[in-house]
């Protein structure tokens, strides 16, 4: 019998075999039935939300909060959920001023 990885798996099949690889995961490992309903209940959020990668986004930090207890189960399928979240941005300019090379501040105004 051949092992695979989650992420060797995830290359393989489809988008929605991640999903299910961690569904069975987590059915195998949680113990707590309440628990393990609230985590598939997030993790099919997660999963619905998959192609829009901002309500990807909400979904995931929502399952990763509550599956902490966990994460020793899902972390391998970090790398392939993480694909799923959208593209950092650049960052954004600073909003403080910068003084222009050459020009002097105003130190000479009053404060009343």
Same mark, same amino acid.
Request: hydrophobic content about 45%; overall charge negative.
């Given at each position: 019998m051949t092992i695979h990885s989650?992420? @060797?798996? *995830?290359?393989a099949a489809p988008r929605d075999a991640v999903f299910a690889s961690l569904r069975a995961k987590l059915a195998r490992e949680v113990s707590s039935n309440a628990m393990l309903v609230e985590l598939l209940e997030k993790l099919n959020r997660m999963? @619905? *939300?998959q192609a829009r990668p901002a309500d990807f986004k909400v979904q995931f930090d929502a399952f990763v909060a509550r599956a902490d207890e966990y994460l020793d189960i899902i972390q391998p399928f970090f790398p392939i959920l993480v694909r799923f979240l959208p593209a950092q941005k650049e960052p954004q300019a600073s909003a403080e001023p910068r003084i222009i090379e050459g020009s002097e501040p105003d130190l000479t105004s009053e404060v009343a």
């Open positions: 989650p992420c @060797e798996f *995830a290359m999963q @619905e *939300a």
